[in-house]
């Protein structure tokens, strides 16, 4: 499948991919959003847009989506089944795809109950391995969920996330092999704390031929505090964060524990660079997009490739 997706291009060239993340404002800001977008240019090969995330209001994903486009750094652009309808959300990747958009990511969406507007209705009217399949039947058939037919499909490169450390863990390579069957061409993992379970998640997928099939990106968050860490472990929900990992952090000398998280995410990108199975690292370095200049380069990330 070719989308002209640079994030596709480097993974069928069989580049080890490195993918970031950008957070769109908490209004029209245009100038704080190329502020983030500075950092990430020419250090990764696409950056995630989030869409409403947390079930905060921001401003839209595809919006943002077209100025990172603008400022020289691929999107991808992320669409959660929490706000729209079919009709709504098909009416939007055609747009998307028309702007110059090539590559979505899959979502259903924090619930709306956790964000600013809890009394908001939630939309849900197909769920994230339904919405999946819609982009891959609009693509690679020509055909709206209705049955129609498109005049000019969009052939975007579709993603699509797992969480390798919500229970029961012996459930979630099955998920997963049900989003590549759905149409996911790549998966973005939850961020990564627990390293056991996911080498073990890997393994299985290995063993069902999974990664035969699919780009796994694993998701790396660097740590900035030992709060932060306290945080995840107790109030994300599907977050794993093992006490081996707080306790490193609480050992750091005084004034060195963000520089302790940041050295935790490097071992992990160069222990994911050998793992048979994954394609790549999704950095979420979350309102610290200032340090992915600092960790590409530590973890050898640099230059990526032209493709």
Request: aromatic share 6%; proline share 5%.
């Amino acid at each position: 499948m070719k989308s002209g997706s640079n994030l596709e291009k480097v993974l069928e060239a069989g580049h080890f991919a490195f993918t970031g993340e950008v957070g769109p404002p908490r209004g029209a800001n245009v100038e704080a959003l190329k502020e983030k977008i500075s950092h990430l240019k020419g250090m990764v090969d696409m950056a995630n847009i989030t869409d409403n995330q947390t079930a905060m209001v921001r401003m839209s994903s595809w919006g943002a989506g077209i100025i990172c486009q603008q400022e020289g750094v691929e999107p991808n652009y992320q669409m959660v089944c929490r706000d729209r309808n079919r009709l709504a959300m098909q009416a939007d990747i055609l747009g998307a795809y028309a702007l110059g958009l090539r590559n979505i990511l899959c979502l259903s969406g924090d619930h709306q109950m956790f964000g600013d507007h809890p009394n908001a209705k939630g939309v849900f009217d197909i769920d994230s391995m339904q919405l999946i399949n819609m982009v891959k039947t609009m693509r690679d058939e020509g055909k709206f969920l209705g049955g129609a037919d498109i005049d000019e499909p969009p052939k975007m490169f579709i993603g699509a996330a797992a969480n390798p450390f919500a229970e029961p863990f012996e459930w979630r390579v099955h998920r997963l092999a049900k989003k590549i069957n759905a149409g996911a061409d790549f998966i973005q993992t939850q961020c990564i704390y627990n390293m056991d379970k996911m080498r073990e998640w890997v393994k299985r997928a290995n063993d069902m031929g999974l990664t035969d099939k699919v780009y796994i990106l694993a998701g790396i968050t660097p740590m900035k505090s030992v709060g932060m860490a306290k945080y995840m472990k107790s109030k994300v929900p599907g977050m794993d964060v093992p006490d081996d990992v707080i306790k490193r952090l609480q050992g750091a000398p005084k004034g060195k524990v963000a520089e302790e998280g940041i050295k935790m995410a490097c071992e992990q990108i160069a222990e994911f660079k050998e793992m048979k199975g994954v394609a790549g690292v999704h950095l979420m370095a979350i309102e610290w997009e200032h340090k992915v200049p600092e960790i590409a380069e530590r973890a050898g990330m640099l230059p990526r490739p032209k493709v």
